[in-house]
């Protein structure tokens, strides 16, 4: 079956059950009469937004729910019947009525009392139940054991995508190729709604994170020392994606479209339907863009035949890519409640680099020296999740269970043209199969203790097979019957299993908050791959070598806080992580697109180990939050690259990962904002950072290089916001990236500047919104490395000058709101791995 029969089955699907359940919707309605009536306060003054609920007394299934518009007005459709009618809303206090709904029409007016106390009183903070949609007054809000950065506060990526976002996130830094890194550090765990997805790909590289739209995203939890809650890998840290989820009642939805330059289109739709006790939902979309990447290298060497050699590059990309997630959220009781969704994304791609090489050598003479490929990519991803949460009582004793199954396949092809002084030399062709199936199950239980304290405490199963089919064949003639000069097909298979168990424990002592956790993994990686003794290249069969690796290890957590004044806070918090290799690090297969930059990774590879301390001090005031924190990292069994050159071909290099020394990273990690007016709002972060590697590199009892090493760093973003009128805004954002050193490597400072803007339409429900990235195009990376007899300069550029226009359109849009809920305790972690919202 192929990936359009997939999208096409897939679509007739989701269609057929659309109609069936709007049949079903429709069938329904006609037994239901128009009712409407208004919520006014004591002095007669209509109540906006008030939550009204219609709970039938006799039929539980018949009961629905509305809200009133800013002239305390709601309308909704009911089944004759007798009901317990609940009204709620800020400020005021709960009132509950008995009637008989006999027909159609209006059942007058219902009466609140207002609280006693302003409204900011404690009581109107424990009604969680009724949220009103608006501009955070904060982009991001820092919690006992995360930070939360809120989307909706960042212009400069609507209409992007997933890596426009993590631009703007505090902590969180992309380079020009896409990586990210968190203070420095590129080894961070990716989870979306709080486990692994398929939205991510078999991968969590830059087109992975292009595939998901920036429409789709609520927000972003920034966990720079996660607890026993977290899977412990990810040494940086995580960055949990949490997709939107929509309880609005009735049919809701958005419509974002985009356009761009380098060419780009993206359609984005956004869908739900809350009725009684189900709500379904659609999210979904997909468009094309077009890239440019441009690469220049030169080395000199200080021995050998080679005096210096030149490679410059421009690969052009097209891409298309799709997704679209449909499920269901059914409350079969009002304590217990499942939800099902199901996920198929498409990433398309198609390449055209083409590699210029000069070579001169000692003797004055120059060769010229050209490869051209050819490359096509298609992954598709599938997903499909089920859910189940209980409350036990009202006092917040939960449990709840997930199950995940995944699927990402993708396969590389590639024709690559070898000349030599404009003569032809040789072609090769590869392919590259790969296929991940993926279970992930989660059990969570939750159980307050007293007043102040929760306890915590679960098990999670995470089960990977990745299967890796690689072919590469070199000729160096066209003909129908050419003579092959070298051969290689080979699969490898790498299979993972973890288990997990954690408990921790939350509580408070006056004005000292503390959690302490500790979390178990047992980890059980096995694969195997295709060897070829370079002795008897012309052997028709490979050699399969089978490798075992098991580890079963503690990761203890400690977070602890003080409020030693109002809305002031000291932090302090301790967590050991965990870095294993990823597979593709561990199959020494060598990449065949560029026979000069080559990678190819280790068997031997082992996880590495780190020791991670914070202490924070947070103030939140109205005008001004204020969050910075020094951190310090001990790695052991640090990974690093060593860049070896064939003695055969001097100007071919090999990228392999070793585990080499240990690495000491400290820093100050600043993140704060500033209102200084109702129209201008400023958010800034500063991450100064220190490092200091130590450790030597043997390859077969011969050194290699040395990592001995120190040196300091700066990264810096500022964003200043302006609001020229209700329904005008801009944002300007400047990024700084200082340079890194170290005994084998140099990596140049770099800068670059984003602008965004908005504009409010059609009364509220369109928006206009205009940005671009990369203004004076100068966001680029240069890199030195140094070897035993050579000196290399790389220049990159991921990207040139973007810009975007998009327009969005609302439907249906009121104020959001969910059902009234008891207050929860003021220590409860409700979000985090344990995120059960459609994704």
């Known amino acids: 079956m192929n990936q359009t029969e997939i999208i096409n089955i897939f679509t007739k699907k989701t269609l057929g059950l659309t109609f069936v359940l709007s049949a079903a919707a429709m069938a329904f309605a006609q037994e239901k009469a128009p009712i409407s009536g208004t919520i006014v306060n004591k002095s007669n003054q209509p109540v906006p937004y008030a939550s009204v609920t219609f709970t039938n007394k006799a039929n539980k299934a018949l009961s629905d729910a509305a809200l009133t518009d800013e002239k305390g007005l709601y309308k909704l459709d009911l089944a004759p019947g007798n009901y317990d009618i609940t009204v709620e809303a800020i400020d005021h206090k709960k009132n509950t009525v008995n009637k008989d709904i006999k027909g159609p029409g209006n059942i007058g007016a219902l009466s609140l009392e207002a609280e006693a106390t302003s409204s900011i009183s404690t009581k109107t903070q424990e009604i969680q139940g009724v949220v009103i949609t608006a501009a955070a007054t904060k982009p991001y809000k820092v ?48 989870l979306i709604n709080g486990k692994p997805s398929a939205l991510l790909g078999i991968d969590d590289g830059a087109n992975a994170l292009q595939a998901i739209p920036a429409d789709q995203i609520d927000r972003i939890e920034v966990i720079t020392n996660p607890s026993a809650k977290y899977d412990a890998s990810g040494t940086a840290g995580i960055l949990n994606i949490i997709l939107k989820k929509n309880n609005k009642l009735g049919f809701n939805g958005s419509v974002i479209g985009t356009l761009g330059y380098l060419p780009k289109t993206n359609l984005n739709v956004n869908l739900s339907w809350k009725k009684g ?84 050598n000692l003797d004055g003479s120059t060769v010229l020296s050209a490869r051209n490929s050819i490359g096509a990519n298609t992954n598709t991803g599938m997903q499909g999740d089920f859910g189940i949460d209980h409350k036990f009582d009202d006092k917040g004793q939960n449990i709840s269970l997930s199950v995940s199954l995944q699927r990402n396949q993708s396969n590389n092809n590639s024709d690559i043209t070898a000349t030599t002084n404009n003569i032809f ?27 102040n304290s929760m306890f915590n405490a679960g098990y999670k199963l995470d089960y990977n097979d990745n299967d890796y089919d690689y072919f590469a064949q070199r000729q160096e003639s066209l003909d129908p019957s050419p003579s092959i000069l070298g051969r290689f097909t080979g699969v490898s298979n790498y299979t993972e299993m973890f288990n997990a168990f954690y408990a921790q424990f939350k509580s408070k002592i006056g004005p000292v908050n503390y959690q302490l956790g500790l979390r178990d993994e047992i980890s059980n990686v096995e694969f195997s791959y295709p060897y070829r003794n370079p002795q008897y ?27 030693f004044a109002k809305n002031n806070q000291i932090l302090l918090n301790y967590s050991r992580r965990i870095d294993r290799p990823r597979s593709f690090f561990m199959i020494p297969i060598p990449s065949p697109s560029d026979v000069r930059n080559l990678f190819q990774g280790n068997p031997d590879l082992n996880p590495s180990y780190i020791d991670s301390f914070e202490l924070g001090y947070n103030l939140s005031k109205s005008k001004v939050t204020i969050n ?25 290099f090999t990228s392999t990962p070793f585990n080499v020394g240990s690495e000491d990273r400290y820093g100050l990690d600043f993140n704060g904002t500033y209102d200084p007016f109702a129209w201008w709002k400023i958010m800034g972060n500063v991450d100064l950072f220190g490092y200091k590697t130590k450790g030597d590199l043997y390859i077969d009892g011969n050194f290699v290089q040395s990592y001995d090493g120190s040196g300091f760093s700066t990264r810096a973003r500022l964003a200043n916001t302006f609001k020229l009128d209700k329904t005008f805004s801009f944002q300007i954002q400047g990024n700084f990236r200082g340079g ?14 984003n602008l965004g803007a908005t504009k409010t339409i059609w009364k509220g429900n369109g928006t206009v919104a205009f940005n671009i990235q990369d203004i004076f195009n100068t966001r680029a990376r240069q890199v030195t490395t140094f070897g035993s007899n050579y000196t290399r300069d790389m220049y990159m550029q991921w990207q040139p000058r973007q ?37």
């Open 628 to 652: 910075p924190t020094l951190y310090y990292r001990k790695e052991k069994d640090n990974v690093q690259f060593a860049v070896i050159q064939d003695l055969t071909d001097p100007g071919s």
């Open 277 to 360: 006790n189900w709500n379904w939902f659609l999210n979904g979309g997909g468009g094309y863009q077009e890239g440019k990447n441009k690469n220049r290298t030169t080395t000199n060497y200080t021995s050998g035949t080679l005096l210096s050699a030149y490679q410059n590059s421009e690969n052009k990309t097209q891409s298309n890519n799709y997704n679209a997630t449909a499920g269901v959220v059914y409350d079969i009781s009002p304590k217990t409640s499942i939800n099902l969704s199901g996920t198929i994304r498409t990433f398309d791609n198609t390449s055209n680099n083409p590699i210029n090489y000069i070579d001169n």
């Open 803 to 839: 810009f975007s226009l998009s327009l969005t359109y609302r439907f249906k849009q009121g104020e959001k709101v969910e059902q009234p809920k008891k207050k929860k305790d003021i220590n409860a972690n409700d979000s985090g791995d344990d995120q059960q919202g459609p994704m």
């Open 740 to 753: 890194q050193k170290n005994a084998s490597q140099e990596q140049k400072s770099t800068y670059f500047f």
């Open 143 to 190: 919690e006992l054991d995360k930070k939360t950065y809120d989307v909706k506060s960042d212009l400069t990526s609507v209409g992007g995508n997933l890596q426009d976002v993590l631009q703007n996130v505090p902590s969180v830094t992309v380079d020009t190729d896409g990586t990210v890194s968190m203070r420095g550090s590129s080894n961070v765990r990716f």
């Open 537 to 563: 290249p012309d052997a028709n069969t490979n050699v399969v070598i089978n490798k075992k690796k098991n580890y079963n290890n503690l990761f203890p957590s400690v977070f602890l806080s003080y409020d």
């Open 425 to 451: 030399s040789s072609f090769t062709n590869t392919k590259v199969k790969t296929l991940n199936k993926a279970l992930v199950g989660k059990l969570d239980y939750e159980l307050p203790i007293g007043e």
